[in-house]
DNA sequence: GCTATTCGTTCTGTTTTAAAGAACGATTTA
DNA sequence: TAAATCGTTCTTTAAAACAGAACGAATAGC
């Protein structure tokens, strides 16, 4: 039942170069036993890999599959070999922190705050789309990725979501507005600025807005949180966006902040996959109290 | 100096599950033969791999790094071992063609046209962007990506590109435009919408501009050449696109061909991965006459 | 058209490797 | 303190990978 992964690696040496013989040569076994293995692998598998036409060898379609296949099995493997060969020394630590790319600069430094003093550690943060990121973290090239949504995990993609803090959501605008804008009345006249619909945030603003039978003048929609501080900055219309991003501006009076939205967070969510050895560094981050995170 | 895959699946199913005697059973090998070639890994690799507490298995750091490498190796042999198992019969030839969403969708049916007639064979066809499609034929999940531009290799990417066609670009606006447009001369007054700056024509175009010493006014900036379609057909302004793709709009009055621009040109190639043993329908797809692709 | 050569397969015996079993040591539980 | 659990080590046995020779078919050279 179970595949031989040895009479694979002879196929997958094969198939690569086309000849039997050479191949035998060249990786020093008899071409009498890299025959046989490779018949043990078809008999095994129930189909033949290669078509034999008079003295040569050509892939069949199922060949093809295979090879596919062995392609990223091998190149694995190889690449796992060389890391050991070249470093006779011991592994550092390695925590490798995907950040979905309009994530909070501020939150995702937060996060690897208590790691960048350490030198027994390597860091790798890595920004991208969340497709992408969750790609990475499915081929074990991440160990956790960082996102303001949850992600819901099936038995093929056995993700973990977990939510490391949640923040209250402004209003946030210049304060020289008039009148003053205030929530859920005193809105007419004013413009807004929102993170895009795919945003969860977003979301409850909308949710929040129809219960009060409001239809908001939409001037910007915006997926980054930096660029949404920007605009903020530069017009006269009100963002809708955590206090904390905009820190600075609220602190030295370019920005004011026009009160919270009832029920409406910014939350921040660690995704992980399950698994029995989580690297001891990346578990005391995810169980650390959320709060920290934020300042 | 060759990895044993077999000490590593057996590293891998016993990192799974942190026993090594419950493996053992799983597995229906002993516990001490279990030990042993575990212990041969870690001679071979030159380093532990689980850091023994007591009577305790820990993976160390080396171990979580040889785990992540075990994961991927193993879980593509079981969905290869699964692929063969479920279906005793013979394997369909699959052809997976990748390309660029911007692309005209013209073009990409042409490509696979010849494949559409045929019903011993899977078409597959999907769209993304560039990064991710090249990631996906590394990966050996796609065949042949379809893009606009050609795409350099290296000797860890062994790309290939080759041009399957070209195709003029023109100036394409409303008929009823007075002043009528023309090149070079004669373009003051209108508003341009161009394909982004990432892509090709857009440079031929900009450096034909140069050349001139034009400075146009440009209208709008449109990855999508469906989506400057749309533009071209609801607004004013001159397009910078090849005639093929408003064919329809040309034939019935709605657009104008305002004449094709000197030197620029729409390519398309194909980038597939050099190996020695490609699908022959791909490979016929491939050797075909570039000029049948775009009518 | 004949012969020599190349290349993959099959069959035989030999060597290497994986496996099982018993003895051991260390740690946890009762 | 005894019993049970768990991983390691040593020795023997079973299974596999392997090499070599014989074979057959297809190509290449004359």
């Known amino acids: 039942m179970k595949l031989n992964y040895h009479h694979l690696y002879y196929f997958w040496q094969v198939a690569k170069s086309g000849h039997l013989t050479r191949t035998a040569e060249a990786l020093h076994v008899s071409q009498s036993s890299l025959s046989q293995q490779i018949r043990q692998l078809e008999e095994r598998l129930g189909q033949a890999l290669f078509i034999r036409e008079g003295r040569q060898l050509h892939l069949s379609e199922a060949g093809r599959l295979a090879f ?6 091998f190149t694995q493997g190889e690449e796992l070999s060389a890391l050991f060969a070249e470093g006779g020394h011991a592994h550092r630590e390695v925590v490798r922190v995907g950040a979905v790319a309009t994530l909070s600069r501020n939150f995702q430094e937060g996060f690897v705050r208590p790691l960048l003093g350490r030198d027994d550690l390597d860091l790798i943060l890595q920004s991208g789309g969340m497709d992408d990121l969750l790609r990475r973290l ?14 819901r995990g ?46 969860a945030t977003r979301h409850a603003f909308d949710q929040l807005c129809s ?58 969510y660690a995704i992980t996959i399950q698994r029995r050895f989580e690297s001891p560094s990346l578990k005391a981050l995810l169980t650390r109290s959320g709060e920290s995170l934020l300042d």
Do not use: C
């Open 154 to 199: 099936d038995s093929e993609h056995p993700w973990r979501s977990q939510r490391l803090a949640r923040q209250p959501v402004s209003l946030i605008a210049s304060p020289h507005l008039s009148p003053p804008p205030s929530f859920p009345n005193g809105l007419s006249g004013h413009a807004f600025i929102l993170p895009g619909v795919e945003n």
């Open 138 to 151: 499915s081929a074990h090239k991440l160990d956790v990725v960082l996102s303001n949504q949850p992600v």
């Open 68 to 73: 596919d296949y062995a392609e990223t099995i």
């Open 211 to 268: 219960h009060y039978r409001l239809t908001p003048k939409i001037a910007a929609e915006v997926d980054d949180m930096a660029m949404m501080r920007l605009l903020a900055r530069d017009t006269q219309h009100i963002a809708v966006m955590p206090p904390v991003v905009v820190r600075d501006e609220l602190h030295n009076g370019t920005l004011k902040d026009y009160g919270a939205l009832p029920g409406v967070w910014e939350e921040f």
